[in-house]
């Protein structure tokens, strides 16, 4: 494997895939007969749909964003998804990175607004995985069962192609739109992300208050 793809195999302070908890998740998975792109698509099935999203569930507390911990609960925010995904991933020895976004949510906001003062949701998070020899994006944010609720269909991965979230919703509606890509990141990037949430909703973060944990 080329040595610039080795660095999205590492364990870090975040992904820490050699803990016992990522290690637990991925049991299933460590048949060697089968083939990576198989693997990467029965990760994402079981961290898309294991793990309710919940995107009130943000923190401004750098533990909370360790895939270990991420595991141990029954919810979690895009970027804790995300992150669980990458850990899982390298485990395996497949090559993953996070990659951030920002989107706006055009379906069920009303909540989103009241609490954020917009339904533009920064940093999202997903998840760049390196199969076939190219990177492809995977999304796992929204569990299957949110997507039946909201009238859209589950977000699939198959391994080859990009996995977005969803334009519109079963009605044709809009239901989710790409404002801006941040890139790839090698590791979690904390302070990039704390920051982005400090900028986009000054009303609901203020660093310099300390850490906050935020649960709506």
Not at 17 to 22: F, G, N
Not at 126 to 131: C, I, Q, R, S
Not at 182 to 189: A, K, S, T
């Amino acid at each position: 494997m080329g040595g610039r793809r080795m660095k999205y195999l590492e364990s870090t302070e975040y992904l820490d895939y050699d803990s016992p908890e990522i290690q637990a998740v991925v049991a299933e998975f460590s048949n060697g007969d089968v083939s990576d792109l198989e693997k990467a698509k029965a990760i994402y099935l079981k961290v898309r749909d294991g793990w309710r999203y919940n995107p009130y569930l943000i923190s401004l507390d750098r533990k909370n964003y360790v895939a270990s911990g991420i595991a141990k609960k029954s919810e979690g925010h895009c970027v804790d998804k995300a992150i669980l995904l990458i850990a899982c991933l390298r485990a395996v020895r497949i090559p993953a990175r996070i990659r951030l976004a920002k989107v706006t949510n055009h379906i069920a906001v009303e909540r989103l607004t009241e609490r954020f003062g917009s339904n533009v949701l920064t940093p999202h998070g997903m998840v760049d995985v390196f199969l076939e020899n190219k990177w492809v994006k995977a999304t796992p944010a929204f569990n299957k069962e949110l997507c039946e609720l909201c009238n859209v269909a589950p977000l699939e991965f198959d391994g080859e192609n990009d996995s977005m979230f969803q334009e519109f919703n079963e009605e044709g509606k809009q239901f989710m739109q790409y404002l801006e890509d941040y890139g790839h990141f090698e590791d979690i990037p904390l302070d990039f992300m704390l920051q982005n949430l400090q900028e986009n909703y000054p009303d609901v973060f203020n660093l310099e208050n300390g850490i906050v944990d935020y649960k709506f």
